[in-house]
């Protein structure tokens, strides 16, 4: 698959998922990059902004194997990547899948499960692996996380450690609606009548085999040495400075390497600019970078690295005959 073809699905699927979700086809591009790029995203928002129905709508889009798990406090680790079951009539244990084996696996709430059941997709996630009873199951691919939590509630929730947060590839934010939108989304979902929902109606656009050849594909992507020096000067200046306790790791160089690869190839590019990194910056460095006593953790994470985008100098033209 060529650079044209990746773009030309990814066009594809920005449209279906518009015909659900109104005024988010921006971040249907970030999600839809962050599978590409093999990562995975949490989606964090007050309630009632879409974000589950954001989830459905991009797995309807793909023709590929999707699963839900609704966190609880009461949900076990096996309840969540499966366990072996004892068949009295056959004499033996029997694997009982869980949810994890899937393409596309939407963690709903994952903050309001115990630490115990959220470290339980931790193997998952980076290694696209489950160990169970001492057996290593290999899950099929794509498999990408879509994790939604609600910032506003704390009573019976988990923050997510630093090092789980760390496995999510991007962080994203849906947002409240324009007032053009909202009238919108009154007119397409108006109707109690689950029959006229406009989710189910949807069909997918492209197939499991599309998405893994996409994946490989994305690998034409030509990223120029002043391109990766950029980007690593972006995730190291996210270790310094007064307001920073701890800032990115290389696995956040890796990803936003990555991600800005798959961004140019969505764009229909067959190499990198300075502006892919700068797009994806924020949502795949703000909630890595751990702020000192007195800061925000998400709007101010973000406003750092924003500041950063502003005094880290981007590669031009007369930066490349300079080198050369």
Not at 116 to 143: K, N, S, W, Y
Not at 177 to 202: A, H, N, S, V
Not at 243 to 269: C, T, Y
Not at 278 to 299: E, F, I
């Amino acid at each position: 698959m060529n650079i044209k073809q990746i773009c030309e699905n990814g066009s594809k699927i920005v449209t279906n998922t518009a015909k659900v979700m109104v005024g988010k086809e921006e971040t249907v591009r970030l999600l839809l990059t962050a599978l590409l790029a093999g990562g995975n995203v949490l989606l964090e928002d007050i309630p009632g902004t879409g974000k589950t129905k954001l989830a459905k709508t991009l797995a309807a889009s793909l023709d590929a194997d999707f699963s839900r798990i609704q966190f609880t406090p009461d949900l076990l680790p096996s309840d969540v990547t499966g366990l072996n079951i004892y068949n009295r009539k056959e004499n033996e244990f029997v694997l009982r899948k869980g949810p994890v084996f899937t393409n596309i696996l939407l963690a709903d709430e994952i903050n309001r499960a115990t630490p115990r059941t959220q470290a339980g997709l931790l193997e998952c996630m980076e290694e696209r692996q489950v160990t169970i009873d001492g057996v290593r199951h290999e899950l099929q691919r794509p498999f990408f996380v879509m994790a939604t939590q609600n910032p506003v509630e704390t009573a019976g929730t988990y923050p997510l450690p630093e090092a789980q947060l760390d496995r999510f590839m991007m962080k994203l934010s849906l947002g409240l609606p324009e007032r053009e939108e909202e009238l919108l989304i009154l007119e397409r979902f108006m109707d109690i009548d689950e029959q006229r929902d406009p989710l189910g109606k949807l069909e997918a656009v492209i197939n499991r085999a599309d998405i893994l050849d996409m994946q490989k594909s994305t690998d034409q992507v030509f990223v120029h040495p002043l391109i990766r020096g950029y980007i690593a000067d972006i995730v190291a200046a996210t270790r310094e400075g007064e307001a920073i306790i701890m800032g990115a790791s290389p696995r956040a160089s890796l990803a936003l390497l990555r991600g800005a690869k798959v961004w140019a190839a969505l764009h229909g590019r067959e190499y990198c600019i300075p502006d892919d990194a700068k797009r994806l910056a924020v949502p795949v460095l703000a909630h890595r970078v751990m702020l000192a006593y007195g800061y925000r953790k998400g709007s101010d994470a973000r406003d750092v690295i924003g500041n950063i985008l502003k005094t880290v100098q981007a590669p031009t033209e007369d930066v490349k005959q300079k080198v050369k």
